[in-house]
């Protein structure tokens, strides 16, 4: 079932720019939104979450948008920097901890 | 250690085989989660512990599946009869008791042939 959706398997932007990274979720149960980056041959790691009673959560360059009403949400790296250069995904967590994941999508930040 | 551990990192076996998969979740994470990633696909949720709770099954694709976790601490994930559709990268994450964020490990690549 897909729950959450990333519609961009891929994204090209170049060093300095913006990067938006597109998510949708179709679960109304859903409750805690996170981003995670994936190098190759590593596991994910966590970059930046947010709550579904805030819409907008800011950490350096990083910053996630929710808009609930329109189950959406974004996540944008500004400046893009080549290290940036990964694949992201987005999860979405209901209140019993239950995780979904969407298909990622792999950002290249070229230089 | 510091974060989550699996072992082995690579696993090539026959089809038929079973096999094995470990995970070692961050000291004093109670909760423990399955994940597999296919080729081209997002993580695919099979199973999750929370200390002594009974498990969450639902995500297992098939009762050739199953897991179990010793002592609250280490899991292993078991895969019956594999076949080539079991080929995957298969990633174990942990969390706090009420934590929502999940630290993963670097997960094990199965080829079934």
């Known amino acids: 079932d897909q729950q959450v959706k990333q519609n961009s398997p891929s994204l090209s932007v170049q060093e300095g720019r913006i990067s938006i990274l597109n998510c949708d979720y179709t679960?109304?149960?859903?409750?805690?939104f996170l981003w995670y980056k994936k190098y190759p041959a590593e596991g994910p790691t966590f970059l930046i979450s947010?709550?579904?009673?805030?819409d907008k959560n800011e950490d350096g360059r990083f910053t996630v948008f929710l808009n609930k009403s329109a189950k959406h949400l974004s996540l944008h790296i500004v400046p893009s920097q080549p290290g940036d250069s990964a694949v992201y995904f987005c999860?979405?967590?209901?209140?019993?901890?239950?995780?979904?994941f969407g298909a990622g999508t792999r950002l290249t930040v070229k230089p | 250690g510091a974060g989550v551990s699996q072992s082995p990192s690579n696993k090539v076996t026959e089809k038929g085989k079973d096999v094995e998969l470990r995970c070692d979740p961050i000291?004093?994470?109670?909760?423990l989660y399955w994940y597999r990633q296919s080729l081209g696909q997002g993580l695919e949720f099979l199973i999750y512990?929370?200390?002594?709770?009974?498990?969450?099954k639902s995500g297992l694709p098939s009762d050739r599946f199953s897991a179990e976790r010793t002592g609250g601490s280490v899991s292993t994930l078991t895969i019956q009869r594999t076949q080539q559709e079991d080929s995957a990268v298969y990633l174990c994450?942990?969390?706090?008791?009420?934590?929502?964020?999940?630290?993963f490990g670097a997960g094990t690549r199965l080829s079934v042939l």
């Open positions: 679960n109304s149960m859903f409750d805690y």
């Open positions: 947010i709550s579904s009673i805030k």
């Open positions: 999860a979405a967590m209901n209140n019993n901890n239950d995780m979904r």
């Open positions: 994450a942990s969390s706090l008791e009420q934590g929502r964020i999940q630290y």
């Open positions: 000291s004093g994470h109670t909760a």
């Open positions: 512990f929370q200390g002594n709770s009974a498990p969450d």
